[in-house]
């Protein structure tokens, strides 16, 4: 069974950064898609950032416009884990925030929520102003 377990949310102020975790476990995604998307009350779950394999243990990491140069995403094949570093959070990136793994390697940029087959259960992110 498939697990993809969050960790590292929590209550920052507005300019702080946080880190979140992400461990799968029941399969290796080494070279399949992990990424991250969140969550806003009353809104659609939207597309964060996403890694795309190349070759060995080296990814491309893409992004939502929104957190260009403000997030990094990265992963550890070892750990069969993906993180994602927020620097510079803004009131507007509260949310919960979703790890997501799928099974085809061949989407270039996944970045619909169809696009992936695992989802972990969220961890809350709150950024203060």
Do not use: H
Request: with cysteine.
């Amino acid at each position: 069974q498939v697990q993809l377990v969050e960790s590292g949310g929590g209550l920052v102020q507005a300019g702080g950064s946080l880190r979140l975790s992400c461990a799968a476990s029941g399969r290796t995604f080494n070279s399949y898609p992990m990424g991250w998307f969140r969550q806003a009350p009353g809104k659609e779950r939207e597309f964060v950032a996403g890694t795309r394999w190349i070759a060995g243990n080296s990814y491309s990491g893409y992004y939502a416009d929104s957190v260009k140069g403000r997030f990094t995403i990265s992963r550890d094949n070892a750990k069969n884990s993906v993180y994602l570093q927020m620097n510079s959070l803004k009131p507007e990136d509260t949310a919960v925030y979703y790890c997501a793994a799928g099974r085809d390697r061949g989407t270039s940029q996944a970045v619909a929520v169809a696009n992936y087959d695992y989802w972990g259960q969220g961890t809350q992110v709150t950024v203060s102003s």
